[in-house]
């Protein structure tokens, strides 16, 4: 069964302190893994996928197959990084559908 | 470029009325979606329409959802009869659809539901 998995529904750090948010999937394949942010009075938006290899506003995301993880990292957070962050996966064929997890709340206290 | 463009933001109706949803991708994108959104959980993908062919609606209640994409350009998305359980947001998103490549969904701003 395809499935992502976000295990905390809140997480709450200090600015300047690193942040892990973390993203478990399952799925027969090798599937394309995203994270998707939206941030307060905004549009659900792409933040990264793995295939970029890209860090997007100092955050990074690595796929461990091993794990079938693909976590999202700053080592430093700003305020401006609170928003609802999101880790999707699809598959490769051009019909595959976007499996979204079910979302977490990144809080940045001053 | 334009973006997904969806009408209208907010919609409040009774329970067993109907309800239709309008959206209007970005120009190009063959892949069309509607998810939707239950309050505290992720969007969970109701109908993926590739131009104007439906690729997957295994999680469309079809005894009272239905959707169309019109010439493979704009879709709507109805309710009827609506229950209380259909408060939601409801998000389309588009994506030029090909495989391997610029397969990031770009999302409209929502249709709030909600149903009393």
């Known amino acids: 069964a395809q499935r992502v998995t976000q295990p905390e529904k809140l997480l709450s750090v200090f600015k300047g302190a690193p942040v892990e948010l973390k993203c478990n999937y399952s799925?027969?394949?090798?599937?394309?893994l995203f994270w998707y942010v939206q941030y307060s009075r905004q549009r659900l938006q792409l933040l990264l996928r793995?295939?970029s290899r890209e860090s997007i506003k100092g955050f990074t995301a690595d796929l461990n197959k091993g794990e079938t993880s693909f976590h999202l990292k700053k080592p430093f957070a700003q305020e401006e990084d609170s928003a609802m962050y999101y880790c999707?996966?699809?598959?490769?064929?051009?019909?595959?559908?976007?499996?979204f997890g079910s979302g977490t709340r990144l809080s940045i206290r001053p | 470029e334009a973006g997904v463009a969806q009408s209208p933001r907010y919609k409040i109706i009774e329970k067993r009325q109907s309800v239709a949803f309008w959206c209007n991708p970005i120009?190009?994108?063959?892949?069309l979606y509607w998810y939707q959104q239950i309050l505290g959980q992720g969007p969970k993908l109701l109908i993926q329409?590739?131009?104007?062919?439906?690729?997957?609606d295994s999680q469309l209640p079809k005894d009272r959802f239905s959707a169309e994409r019109l010439k493979g350009v704009d879709s709507t998305l109805k309710i009827q009869p609506a229950k209380l359980e259909d408060s939601a947001v409801y998000l389309c998103?588009?994506?030029?659809?090909?495989?391997?490549?610029?397969?990031?969904?770009?999302f409209g701003q929502g249709t709030r539901l909600t149903v009393v």
């Open positions: 998103a588009s994506s030029p659809g090909r495989a391997h490549l610029n397969t990031e969904a770009f």
């Open positions: 799925y027969s394949g090798s599937p394309e």
């Open positions: 793995h295939i």
């Open positions: 999707a996966l699809r598959g490769y064929s051009s019909a595959s559908k976007i499996i």
């Open positions: 120009s190009g994108h063959a892949t």
């Open positions: 329409f590739q131009n104007n062919g439906v690729v997957d």
